[in-house]
């Protein structure tokens, strides 16, 4: 005797996905909060150190809430390289001095975030379940 499996619904499935998102968001916040405290404050001075480290706190939070998961290690060292992506990018301006200090972190951020969702829209068999 087999049994089939019903197929989810596409709200559900969307459901599911934006749910999956919100947790990775959540994951990242926790570890900005939680690591945070462990860096050295003088490397939190410069604006450029102290993006990689907020880049650093977030996307280990992150990778391990995707290891509990069960994700893949190909995936969450992809999610990690669009999590520091926009930030290193960011970097070859804010060193010329055409953004600042609090431009490289907003821009970072702004970036990161709709990188993520695309990186996760790539590969969202990974993602739907």
Known sequence: ???????????????????????????????MVAFGPLWPSAWLERADAGALVMATNMTVAMALAMVLRRHSWPRIAEMAAVMYLPFVALLVPFWLGALSGTALMVAGHVVM??????????????YWH
């Open 1 to 31: 005797m087999t049994t089939t499996e019903t197929p989810r619904s596409t709200p559900r499935k969307l459901a599911r996905f934006a749910g999956h998102y919100a947790e990775m968001v959540a994951a990242m916040l926790i570890g």
């Open 113 to 126: 975030f709709p990188l993520m969702l695309a990186a996760m829209v790539w590969r969202r068999a990974e």
